[in-house]
């Protein structure tokens, strides 16, 4: 940890990552912290409260990889980024992992330069409309006014969807969600598009959801997943890893709750003695300790607890685990074995 | 600098280069000119560099590709399948739009509010005080976005236009709606039209503009030949001969027939839908930023024509005072004429100051320049060097191009002045 | 016909009446409002109009302004309080998104338990600068305290060990004392070299061991915080206040470089200065969120803020040149010409005759400078930094405060406003000042 070399403000980042060369994992090993990047403030996703602790989904996952390497959920330092900031910034190497509900494309992929590691939230862009339009069909909008956030693949896709049925629109590029939902809600247009989910956290928010709709139609998929450079396997593979425990944890039903007796001695289970660390090496081959998948499960839980908590059915935010459940619920979550 | 020691004949010493006058402004040049050189040989080389590392070369191919998005206000046409220049050209005329409108506007308001704050009536001037104050000192970024808010909460959505009783009705004679996305307002149209002609294929322009602007265009000069027509006898007989019914109808009596021949008519804004078509359509996006830009830039501008106005010696007015001109001639026919030579520099810099900040539309969404190349195309294509630099051009190109017609206009009344 | 007075003239008065009072119409509240709100027809109706507005506007936000919400903890709760008082949910003010955030608005997420490093750091800024905006009432043995201030109030605020800023702090200190050594020894050039190396080779070499080392003997340190815990207005005066002090060297330079006769200098700082008063601001902090570590050598890396702070201090400079130069050029030319006289060489007059006169009369643009670039840092918030108006984005993405709008803004209006413009009437009073001094 070499800091405060010039001034305080200076804070050189060690041997800092310059794109493939570097390894991340080590830096982030000698730094203490991983610097995780996120967005500016998404209901659910990630938000700073009133004492500057970051929460949400998104944030949840930085708390699990932070923990899964260094032991120690809270050794995070969120970077805010923006639809325009976020890919240089890990570019540059100013984060080690972005955690942004960013869309898994084949363009960000191969031709920006990045490993997307996984998919940690499955979802597709919807429209919301006030029910006293009237309009049971995304294809019944000709000629409606479209609130859309920019900086995502969204205004993309909308283009698409209305060329596609051959149909006119009007599109309000949006800046903030924030923005959106108070044009959207004083009628300065007619329908507000974004993902599935944050349709559903906008409306949670209304005076009077039950005033509104979401339509049926999904007119894109929106794989959202973190990110980390390209290049960079080890690194990748550990953050992938993470992401997988949590997923395979809530698959064999390991809890924040039962997990000190799991881990405690091997038990009947060898998968979840692997997973845990209690049997085989699994966690030497990441080039962590031993029991980094129960340390990433106790930050905030197994996959499902983490999305019960921040954005689940009994949140303001209500969404159902829909695709999101496991592949033994009908979902779409599948960890690849722990062997 | 320059001193008039003898020059020392003799040999040349190294150590001249730094105590010799004569050549240590050499010197310091070089030195000056090589530290530039390679501070930017530094950074260029480190671009590469790290371009290079991120395996992305340099290039400007992603312009002719497919935008892929939508914009809402063009000035040109534009679909998704236009390219990336055609989508930053559309953000760079809507930038230039706005920032026209703006300075025109913020120049009106801001002369107004600045002669009004020296009135004697307390009460104005005391109201002129407090809006200046006000919006000098909160940011113009907050001003854009409370005006997007404020118009978005204060003014009626189009459904509330439906019905057999609507909450909200269309203005002056049913021709303008006023609503919460904006404001529809008839629009000129033309049933004889002589329609587009292409330029190179890319851009269409209208016969009928163009045929318009040539007949104001030749019906203004020949109302000024008029005028120095009669300037010509005023000068050698002392009578002025009246000429402005002839000059009125030399300008609008071939506007009107070609009106006339063009079949021109009023397109009226009607609810059709969700929202209103037809009539020409100014986006509340558009109407909130150039509204703050004025306003905030009209607090300026304000200050500076009240300064002006008060560098004009009281014996000015006194003297127009006593030639009997009213208060109204005094201001304009005296005052402001002097005034002017003082405040259109500072002027200058306002317009520039409005212009980039103009750039700050993104805030509410209006499609300008910064929206187009350096906000959506450059997300979608993920070349922030080439965006922004390109973006950084264009930015300076205007601000070049005002600065220097503003000054040729300055040097022009100053020469009027003496 | 009689001559006598009497007879040709009725009446002459031969004595001083007494003075009357003017009519009460004219004089007290009614005379002022005679003259100021009413005087012609005109004026009257513009007058009442203006009541008019000023009453439209009042009746329209006080009610709404005045909403017993300060203790609600989230939107729900108000739109509670505000439809059991009975004016609808939209009636009145939510205020409890202020009671709750103010202090995030205020200092970001500085630790609470060190609020009272920038408040210290906030009331010593006006100590350091007292010596310059207060020159009559201050002794000017403060302006030490003033070359002190910057390295105490980047210790103060991030925080770390006090050893850091003092070595850096010495090595001004070698670099003077090789100053001073290299002109006795080699003349002032040599002298200027050797203490620019000097310098440079303390700060490369020996600072950071003897830092360390100094703290392992004596640990006197504060909590470090890390720049990216500051934000609010705490960011916003952090960024404001580094760009001018960041910016008057620099401005001195550019201002002297546009006014030199060598061509290559001039022509340097003229493209410098209108290249960065030619493009919006915006696009500076678009290159330093995305583009500055591009430019910098692989590997290098140093936080958003510290690059933010480096484009705001290089826009700042171009303006702060402009002002200089107005400074220098309403001097007159007898100065430098009684420079020249003297004997003085250019650095010598200038730092001795020139400077301090110019500089003193370019204070008034200096703050407006200041005021503009306080202003700017707002932008900040589109490159995502949570300066106030970008907190306010993140406040209103937590789920019990999504739907706020005006509560969040008005508050940081209001205190931009009062800093605004309390700058910009100081800077008005030293322009009253200056100017009678002057002629």
């Known amino acids: 940890m070499k800091k405060s070399v010039f001034f305080g403000a200076l804070t050189v980042a060690g041997v800092a990552a310059g794109a493939a060369a570097a390894g991340t994992l080590d830096d982030v090993k000698a730094r203490g912290t991983l610097n995780c990047g996120v967005t500016t403030g998404l209901v659910g996703f990630a938000a700073p409260d009133a004492n500057g602790e970051w929460e949400g989904f998104d944030v949840a996952f930085c708390r699990a990889v932070a923990a899964a390497v260094l032991g120690d959920p809270k050794a995070v330092e969120f970077v805010p980024t923006t639809g325009k900031t976020r890919f240089t910034a890990l570019a540059s190497g100013e984060v080690d992992l972005l955690a942004r509900n960013t869309t898994w494309t084949f363009s960000r992929d191969v031709d920006l330069k990045f490993d997307f590691i996984g998919v940690n939230y499955y979802d597709g862009q919807g429209f919301m409309i006030p029910k006293s339009l009237g309009v049971s069909s995304a294809k019944e909008l000709d000629g409606a006014t479209v609130c859309i956030q920019t900086g995502t693949t969204t205004e993309l896709n909308l283009a698409d969807f209305f060329r596609k049925n051959n149909i006119s629109y009007e599109p309000v590029p949006i800046e903030t969600n924030a923005e959106g939902q108070a044009q959207y809600l004083a009628g300065a247009c007619d329908a507000y598009t974004t993902d599935a989910s944050g349709l559903a956290a906008t409306r949670a928010s209304f005076e009077n959801p039950a005033d509104h709709v979401v339509l049926p139609e999904i007119v894109s998929k929106e794989p959202l997943g973190p990110l980390v450079r390209h290049g960079d396997n080890e690194w990748g593979d550990v953050v992938r890893w993470t992401l997988n425990a949590l997923i395979a944890a809530e698959e064999m039903g390991v809890t924040s709750a039962n997990i000190g007796d799991l881990s405690a001695s091997a038990g009947d289970n060898p998968e979840v003695n692997r997973l845990l660390g209690t049997e085989g090496s699994l966690g030497e081959m990441l080039g962590l300790s031993a029991d980094w998948a129960k340390s990433a499960i106790m930050a905030g839980g197994n996959y499902g607890e983490v999305f019960e908590k921040n954005i689940g059915e009994n949140t303001p935010i209500g969404l159902s685990r829909g695709l999101n459940a496991q592949w033994t619920d009908g979902g779409l979550l599948y960890s690849p074995p722990f062997r | 600098m320059t001193t008039s020691t003898d020059p020392s004949e003799g040999t040349f010493k190294l150590s001249m280069l730094i105590y010799d006058t004569r050549y240590r402004s050499i010197t310091i040049q070089i030195v000056a000119l090589i530290g530039f050189l390679s501070f930017f040989g530094w950074l260029a080389a480190n671009t590469i560099s790290n371009l290079s590392d991120l395996g992305k070369e340099p290039s400007f191919r992603f312009l002719g590709e497919q935008a892929g998005y939508d914009v809402n206000q063009r000035l040109i046409d534009y679909s998704s399948q236009s390219t990336h220049l055609r989508a930053a050209f559309v953000g760079l005329l809507n930038t230039l739009l706005v920032a026209v409108l703006g300075c025109v506007t913020a120049t009106v308001i801001g002369v107004f509010v600045g002669v009004m704050r020296l009135s004697k009536n307390w009460m104005i001037a005391k109201l002129m005080a407090v809006y200046v104050e006000t919006f000098r000192n909160v940011p113009v970024l907050m001003w854009i976005v409370l005006f997007m808010a404020a118009l978005i909460e204060s003014l009626p959505a189009p459904n509330k236009f439906r019905g057999a009783d609507p909450e909200a009705t269309m203005k002056v004679f049913d021709s303008v709606a006023i609503t919460n996305r904006g404001v529809y307002i008839p629009e000129p149209l033309f049933s004889r039209s002589l329609g587009d002609i292409s330029v190179g294929s890319a851009f269409d322009i209208s016969l009928d503009l163009i045929a318009i602007l040539a007949v104001l265009f030749a019906g203004l000069w020949g109302a000024r030949k008029l005028r120095q027509r009669a300037d010509a006898i005023q000068e050698s007989t002392g009578v002025r001969p009246v000429t402005w019914w002839a000059r009125l109808a030399v300008v609008f009596v071939p506007i009107i027939l070609l009106l006339v021949a063009l079949g021109f008519h009023l397109g009226y804004p009607a609810l059709k839908g969700f929202n209103f078509q037809g009539g020409t359509y100014m986006r509340n996006s558009l109407i909130a930023l150039w509204l703050a830009l004025s306003l905030y830039t009209a607090a300026f501008i304000a200050e500076i024509v009240r300064a002006g106005i008060l560098a004009v010696s009281q014996g000015q007015s006194e003297a127009a005072a006593a030639l009997g001109l009213r208060g109204n001639r005094i201001m304009s026919l005296v005052i402001l004429p002097q005034a002017m030579r003082v405040i259109i520099p500072p002027l200058i810099s306002q317009y520039l100051n409005l212009t980039k900040n103009s750039s700050l539309a993104i805030a509410v969404g209006y499609m300008d320049l910064t929206g187009t190349l350096m906000g959506i195309t450059l997300n979608q294509t993920g070349r922030e060097l080439e965006t922004v630099l390109l973006g950084m051009l264009i930015y300076l190109a205007i601000s070049l191009s005002i600065s220097a017609v503003m000054n040729w206009y300055n040097n022009r009344m100053k020469l009027v002045e003496r | ?439």
């Open chain 3, 1 to 439: 016909m009689s001559n006598t007075h009497a007879d040709t003239v009725l009446f002459v008065r031969d004595t001083m009446l007494p003075q009357k009072n003017p009519p009460s119409t004219s004089v007290g509240a009614v005379g002022w409002a005679r003259e100021n709100l009413f005087a012609g027809w005109g004026n009257t109706i513009l007058t009442l109009l203006a009541f008019a507005v000023v009453y439209y506007l009042l009746a329209g936000i006080l009610p709404w302004l005045i909403s017993p919400t300060f203790g609600a903890e989230s939107l729900t709760e108000c739109r509670e309080i505000l439809a059991a008082k009975g004016v609808g949910s939209h009636g009145g003010a939510c205020w409890g998104v202020i009671s709750e955030r103010w202090k995030q608005l205020l200092f970001g997420f500085y630790p609470a338990e060190a609020y009272w490093r920038p408040i210290l750091t906030f009331v010593l800024l006006f100590v350091a600068i007292s010596p310059v905006l207060f020159a009559d009432y201050v002794t000017p043995k403060l302006l030490w305290f003033t070359a002190l201030f910057p390295f105490l109030a980047v210790w103060l605020l991030w925080g770390g060990s006090l050893w850091t800023p003092v070595t850096v702090l010495a090595g001004f200190v070698v670099g003077a004392v090789f100053l001073s050594m290299g002109s006795k020894i080699g003349g002032a050039i040599v002298g200027v070299i050797a203490a620019i190396l000097g310098a440079v080779l303390w700060w490369a070499v020996a600072a950071a061991p003897l830092a360390s080392g100094l703290s392992s003997v004596v640990e006197i340190g504060l909590l470090p915080v890390e720049s990216r815990d500051f934000g609010g207005f705490l960011l916003a005066i952090t960024l404001g206040v580094t760009a001018i002090f960041g910016s008057l060297p620099l401005g001195i330079i550019l201002a002297l470089g546009r006014r030199s006769d060598l061509l290559l200098v001039k022509s340097l700082c003229v493209g410098f200065i209108e290249f960065i008063r030619g493009v919006p601001l915006i696009t500076l902090l678009f290159v330093a969120s995305t583009l500055l570590n591009i430019f910098l050598p692989p590997g290098t890396n140093f936080d958003i803020i510290l690059r933010v702070m480096i484009m705001m201090t290089l826009f700042a400079a171009a303006y702060m040149a402009e002002v200089i130069r107005g400074g220098l050029a309403a001097l007159p030319t007898g100065q430098y010409e009684a420079a020249d006289a003297l004997g003085l060489d250019y650095w010598k007059a200038q730092r001795l005759i020139i400077m301090p006169q110019a500089l003193k009369i370019s204070i008034p643009g200096i703050v407006s400078t200041f005021i503009g670039v306080f202003k700017d840092t707002t932008l900040v918030s589109i490159i995502s930094l949570f300066d106030p108006l970008g907190l306010a984005n993140a406040i209103r993405a937590d789920g019990a405060w999504t739907g706020i709008y005006w509560e969040l803004f008005i508050f940081i209006g209001v205190v931009f406003f009062i800093f605004c413009f309390s700058m910009s009437r100081y800077s008005m009073y030293l322009e009253r000042k200056l100017q009678t001094g002057h002629h």
